[in-house]
């Protein structure tokens, strides 16, 4: 089983910063990809940004320049992985709920999903 605590979404204006927060915990490995990916209602979901479990990272070219991923591993025990999503220079296309997903072995597991919403 996979627990997810996702964070950091909210309201910003065209050209401001959000952070995005993921906690994963339960059956997961360090070395487990990581990544977010975000849909906008009625289209499907597009993958973001991933980072695996050496911190190689990889970026959709529409956000490339402005989001950064990274991601924190605690030393102590069962406290899971802490992946985070820093975006700048957001615009309105930015707009969607943005998902937490890891994968582990076979098998994708998602977050419950945080709104973000670019508007002035």
């Known amino acids: 089983q996979v627990e997810f605590v996702e964070s950091g979404g909210g309201l910003v204006q065209p050209g401001g910063s959000l952070r995005l927060s993921c906690v994963v915990s339960?059956?997961?490995?360090?070395?487990?990809?990581m990544g977010w990916t975000r849909q906008v209602p009625g289209h499907q979901r597009d993958l973001v940004a991933t980072?695996?479990?050496?911190?190689?990272?990889?970026?959709?070219?529409?956000v490339k320049g402005r989001f950064t991923i990274s991601r924190f591993t605690s030393s102590r025990d069962n406290a899971g992985i802490t992946m985070y999503l820093q975006m700048n220079s957001l615009k309105p296309e930015d707009t969607a709920t943005y998902y937490c997903?890891?994968?582990?072995?076979?098998?994708?597991?998602w977050g419950q999903g945080t709104q973000v919403t670019v508007s002035s």
């Open positions: 997903i890891i994968a582990a072995g076979t098998v994708s597991y």
């Open positions: 339960g059956n997961i490995s360090g070395d487990n990809t």
């Open positions: 980072i695996t479990g050496a911190g190689r990272t990889s970026y959709a070219d529409s």
